[in-house]
């Protein structure tokens, strides 16, 4: 299969590793990634903050780029759901955005969505010798439902051991500008998370999520705490041959 | 909303306290724990919830869609049954009537039942400004009342205390306020809910006044429902010789049958009981039976601005059962005062910005108060999506003058992430940077690296890499 990679503004810039690690676990599964050069950003941040008009470009922008991908893959809870379920709140009725957005929203995929329902595949003959906490992240599990899927993923990777995190519904407090805008609730959000992470005792906390590791994983290193933020296409990545180092 | 509330600061800076404060987190923490596993429990007993959701969420649309007509026929309802009907289009007007209307009686002291509507337009302080004392009946009530507090929950106001507040608080103060409580009185629960007893047993027998709020009114037979726990609700609704109840527009309900779906949402939601403990129905007047006279105060107060908005407008199909407040990870760490509204949390957000308007603080930053985490969206019992009402919110108050910072910040990002070349721009101007990019920022950027490390910018993008591998620059990862 070809398929899209919507790789995030984020990703793009701090967390490059993770657009990497998709890449490089789509060719291995004998897919085409393609990067269409032209995107940029799903506009969740304008949106949540109140900049409608603002996101409403960026996501004319995000429907022009992707318009003729088979198949779309987003490596962030947050973004997918964005895309999926905030695109047709933000296109008026009936508008060409609005055409679009339907036409296109049936083939956009956050990561795991691709690899269990599109691509059918739970083992991707990944090699990842840590323990391992899953936070299932608000958007994942809320917005795009996304269940037991991850888990499912990691179960199957070798050398894994997975640790159930406590109170895993809770969210880690980042909510993009609530971070700033909130940032004392936001602050204690993430101490108490990073508490049930660090009780959990796992070497690493994967999300499929880099802003909601990025916030954990600047707290953890602020507070010292030894735990390792890894994004699951990383992990899902990892091989013998070449193994993702936390 | 004006006296109690008046001059709060906005939502940051009030939660910032509450934040410091360990013994409300810890008391927080416990309390909303303890209510959403019960609630859990009792809602995952029933198959069929999300049908009862969404039966609950039609039948308060459709009652939205016409509640002109259902309001009219209320009222000819509550009349035909012998009660009277009175219409308040704000606090004030409201306060007015029911001073008014406690004038009338001859007396100067009326008994409450626990009604968020009446601490909406703060009644009690308007009463008592008409010299005219308000006792409230609910024991969690009774202790803000007696603490000169603030309610910090819907439905368990007294939520940010525990039980050693509340023994030290009944012990001192319940003597100004009547029986007082008996010697040794011990923090067990059993003796707390005695000494209130004792001492609301004596108010219920001299008070010939009674004041209530009502869950729900019927439009069809123009009768009033009560849901309380304690009982204290139904002494006040059948002692007293005149009966005041204020309702909001928004808790008609078309006809007794509706009632079946609420009253196991509500309770369920709220409590997490398979059943309401006391409930109450009264139907205007009846001889020889309850209260001599009925007085319904339907109240606006922004209600009807709140349905003019085509998304926000489902605020107003809450029944105020409270499970979003007690799953917000927000106001779990910060309590109701914050909010600086009689409604807090979750549904506070949405409700209070669109009875009072996004001007003032602490209105303006409400809908800021939430991590979208959708939480409160998934418990709702009327499906309200809480979420999007905030972002809406947000849109209204970006669209009024101020946030200038900010909104230059916005339209900045909006231009480099308008085109992929002025992304790549930015980028490579970052990663020039990345040696001299701090840990720390200073203000306002230090209000995310008090607590944070920011992550380390890398050499090179996702993008740049793509290129060099396009151009063979490099073969695999
Ligand atoms: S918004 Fe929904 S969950 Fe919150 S109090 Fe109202 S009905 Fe209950």
Request: net charge neutral; proline share 5%; glycine share 8%.
């Given at each position: 299969?070809?398929?899209?990679l ?59 780029t ?23 709140r ?53 917005m ?12 199957r ?13 809770e ?7 609530f971070?700033?805008k909130n940032a ?16 959990t ?8 999520d ?37 | ?45 029933l ?27 209320l ?9 009277r ?39 009690n ?12 009946t ?17 439905l ?9 507040e509340?023994?030290d608080?009944?012990?001192?103060h319940m ?5 007082p ?15 209130a ?6 108010r ?12 729900f009114a ?6 009033m ?16 010789r ?18 079946e ?22 139907t ?12 319904l ?15 926000g ?22 309590g109701?005062?914050?909010y ?6 979750p ?9 009072r308007?996004?001007?003032?603080e602490p ?38 003058p ?9 339209r900045a ?18 990663t ?25 910018v890398?050499g ?16 695999g990862?």
């Amino acid at each position: 299969m070809r398929i899209a990679l919507f790789v995030t503004c984020l990703n793009d810039t701090l967390f490059p590793a993770t657009g990497r690690a998709v890449v490089r676990l789509l060719e291995r599964l004998g897919h085409e990634v393609v990067f269409p050069r032209a995107q940029t950003c799903c506009g969740q941040m304008h949106y949540n903050t109140g900049y409608r008009r603002d996101a409403q470009r960026i996501a004319v922008h995000f429907v022009r780029t992707f318009s003729d991908a088979e198949a779309v893959v987003v490596p962030s809870g947050s973004c997918a759901a964005m895309v999926r379920d905030n695109y047709r709140r933000l296109a008026e009725p009936g508008s060409r955005l609005a055409r679009q957005v339907e036409n296109l929203l049936p083939r956009v995929y956050e990561l795991t969505e691709l690899l269990t329902d599109v691509l059918e595949v739970r083992d991707v003959g990944a090699y990842f010798p840590y323990s391992v906490t899953y936070h299932p992240t608000c958007h994942g599990l809320r917005m795009l439902g996304l269940g037991s899927r991850p888990y499912e993923l990691l179960q199957r990777v070798r050398g894994l051991r997975l640790v159930e995190l406590p109170e895993a519904r809770e969210c880690c407090g980042f909510g993009g500008t609530f971070a700033v805008k909130n940032a004392d609730v936001s602050a204690a959000m993430a101490a108490d998370k990073l508490g049930q992470v660090s009780a959990t005792g796992a070497e690493v906390l994967c999300a499929v999520d880099n802003s909601c590791l990025m916030h954990l994983g600047g707290t953890a290193q602020r507070a010292g705490t030894g735990v390792r933020t890894v994004h699951l296409a990383e992990i899902l990545s990892s091989t013998e041959q070449e193994p993702t180092v936390p | 909303m004006s006296t109690a509330f008046m001059g709060m600061p906005g939502f940051p800076r009030a939660a910032r306290a509450a934040v410091n404060d360990a013994q409300l987190r810890s008391n927080l923490r416990t309390a909303t724990r303890t209510i959403r596993e019960k609630r859990d429990a009792a809602v995952s007993e029933l198959d069929d919830w999300q049908d009862l959701r969404a039966a609950g969420q039609a039948i308060k649309n459709r009652t939205l869609r016409h509640l002109d007509l259902y309001l009219e026929r209320l009222e000819s309802a509550v009349q035909a049954a012998g009660g009277r009907v009175h219409w308040a289009s704000d606090a004030a007007e409201a306060n007015r009537l029911v001073t008014r209307l406690v004038r009338d009686t001859g007396e100067s002291e009326v008994v409450k039942v626990k009604s968020m509507t009446t601490q909406e337009i703060e009644l009690n302080e308007a009463l008592g400004q008409a010299g005219i004392t308000a006792y409230e009946t609910d024991l969690a009530e009774l202790i803000v009342q007696l603490s000169e507090d603030r309610p910090s929950h819907i439905l368990v106001p007294a939520i940010h205390r525990n039980r050693a507040e509340i023994r030290d608080i009944l012990a001192s103060h319940m003597a100004e306020w009547g029986t007082p409580a008996p010697e040794g009185l011990t923090d067990d629960p059993r003796a707390l809910a005695e000494a209130a007893r004792r001492h609301l047993r004596d108010r219920f027998l001299t008070t010939n006044v009674a004041v209530s709020g009502a869950n729900f009114a019927v439009a069809d037979t123009g009768t009033m429902v009560v849901l309380e726990s304690e009982g204290n609700g139904r002494m006040c609704l059948t002692l007293p010789r005149t009966l005041i109840s204020v309702v909001g527009i928004e808790k008609v309900v078309p006809s007794w049958s509706d009632l079946e779906v609420f009253l196991q949402l509500l309770p369920r939601s709220s409590t997490g009981e398979r059943m309401n403990p006391y409930t109450s129905t009264w139907t205007g007047v009846a001889p020889g039976d309850g209260p001599e006279e009925f007085h319904l105060v339907l109240l606006d107060n922004g209600r009807t601005n709140a349905l003019s908005d085509t998304v926000g407008r489902q605020a107003l199909r809450c029944i105020r059962c409270s499970a979003c407040l007690n799953v917000c990870p927000v106001y779990e760490r910060t309590g109701g005062h914050a909010y600086g509204s009689v409604y807090p949390g979750p549904i506070g957000a949405i409700l209070t910005p669109q009875l009072r308007g996004t001007t003032a603080e602490p209105e303006a930053s409400l809908p800021y108060a939430s991590s979208l985490c959708g939480a409160c969206y998934e418990v709702c019992p009327v499906s309200i999506d809480i979420p999007d009402v905030l972002v809406r919110l947000r849109e209204q108050v970006v669209s009024q003058p101020g946030h200038r910072s900010e909104k230059a910040a916005m339209r900045a990002a909006g231009w480099v992430l308008g085109g992929h070349r002025r992304l790549g721009l930015a980028q490579a101007a970052a990663t020039a940077a990345r040696s001299v990019v701090p840990r720390r920022l200073p203000p306002p950027a230090s209000a995310w690296t008090d607590s944070r490390d920011l992550p380390s910018v890398p050499g090179r993008t996702f993008r740049e890499w793509w290129r060099d591998r396009a151009e063979g620059k490099e073969s695999g990862a």
